[in-house]
């Protein structure tokens, strides 16, 4: 590893949490403490920046904690920070505890936050992308989706078995803002009849169509697997317009919500954690900042924060096409 000046360090989790951020703390905290860089954890994201909420970590810390979901930092959605006033006060508390670099683990709010802060005072900062979404431009995937992704279909196969029970329709909403991610895949893993996502243009005809093939075909049952940021409408209203064109049909509706952010993280979550979050220690020693360390093809990579906000990470198309023939 090459010469480096980074002494100290600080760590924080900010924004929504997600399974793996432990994880990531843990990567962070060792490779620190391997390379002889002291590591400060900081508690509650930008909230504890600014405060000075700062705790010393060696590597007994966070013995432990690899399969812990939540995050053992906690962590917040700062207003403060968005306002200049926070910012000086949290670089006041960098410049007295002499912290000069930090590790940001979120998701694009946080990566914003941490690319204000680097701009205005020169904090050296890298983020890692922690979030359930999968938003993120310049990763593969972000720690946290591949959990949340199995919980929604473990969730999604028991609905089937009642659905199928009593000759159901379901309407599932889960978690994504305004990706369709989590949509997307649990649909395919559990056999959804459709799938409804913000990427995608629907239609409530399209929607009609689809349910009366599939009755044409034999079934007796359906889930309908919807995005919480689809556009042609929530759960509840896409059940009463269904309700309205096929009066017989018994619907039911389930949001699974914040069950999809806790639980222990899978083994693909962790790998990545732990890989990203050495990444983001060993980026800092070479001298990178204001970038976010991500897995692509496998490698690590870097990509400027700028890019990582303005650019979107895309649906695959072909898994729209393969959702509608296997749906048949
Ligand atoms: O970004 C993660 C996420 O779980 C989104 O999927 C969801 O829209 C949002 O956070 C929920 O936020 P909160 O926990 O503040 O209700």
Redesign the pocket.
Known sequence: MAEHTIKKIGVFTS??DAPGMNAAIRAVVRTANYYGIECYGIREGYNGLIHGHFTKMGPRSVSNIINLGGTILKSA?SEDFRTPEGRKMAYEQCQKHEINALVCIG?DGTFKGAKVFNEEYGIQTICIPG???NDIFGTDTTIGYDTALNTAMEAIDKIRDTATSHNRVFFVEV???DAGFIALNSGIATGAVDILIPEQKDSINDLFDTFRKSAKRGKNSSVVVVA?GEELGNVYELAKKTKEEFPAYDIRITILG?I??GGSPTCGDRVLASRLGYGAVTGLMEGRTNVMAGIRSNQLVYTTIEEAIKKHNTINKDLLQISEILAL
């Open positions: 924004g929504g959605r998701g979030t359930i979404d978690m994504g803002r919480e914040h999809q952010r």
